[in-house]
């Protein structure tokens, strides 16, 4: 079972940045980011894959980067440009194999403690 330990998350005001990292236990091929806000389904943020290949929601593009360290099994979020409908328990995610065709595919198999965005107006 591969362990995903997330750090990082807080509070910050519209606009503002802050930086999500999530060490595996071990080495897996499709890494990414999920979020739930209160009263709402979760839904895929990024996502990474092995050749560094990204996918975004559209609401994240241009503000949010997905990186990934590989021999440190490590995946971050830096996500610039904050605003109030970012508040959200983030999720570290990990799968083997490829990763979701689609952005809104959230079947992964390995899931983070979850990190609490806040972002204030």
């Known amino acids: 079972q591969v362990q995903l330990v997330e750090s990082g998350g807080g509070s910050v005001q519209s606009g503002g940045s802050l930086r999500l990292s999530c060490t595996a236990s071990?080495?897996?091929?499709?890494m990414g980011w999920v979020r739930q806000a209160p009263g709402k389904e979760r839904e895929g943020v990024a996502y990474?894959?092995?050749?560094?290949?990204?996918t975004y929601r559209d609401s994240a593009k241009g503000r949010f980067t997905i990186s990934r360290e590989h021999a440190k099994n490590t995946v971050y979020l830096l996500m610039n440009i904050l605003e109030p409908e970012d508040t959200a328990m983030y999720y570290c995610?990990?799968?083997?194999?490829?990763?979701?065709?689609?952005?809104?595919?959230?079947?992964?198999?390995?899931w983070g403690q979850g990190s609490q965005v806040t972002v204030s107006s």
């Open positions: 990474i894959d092995l050749y560094d290949r990204t």
């Open positions: 995610a990990a799968k083997q194999g490829p990763c979701p065709l689609d952005i809104g595919d959230i079947q992964y198999a390995y």
């Open positions: 071990e080495y897996t091929t499709c």
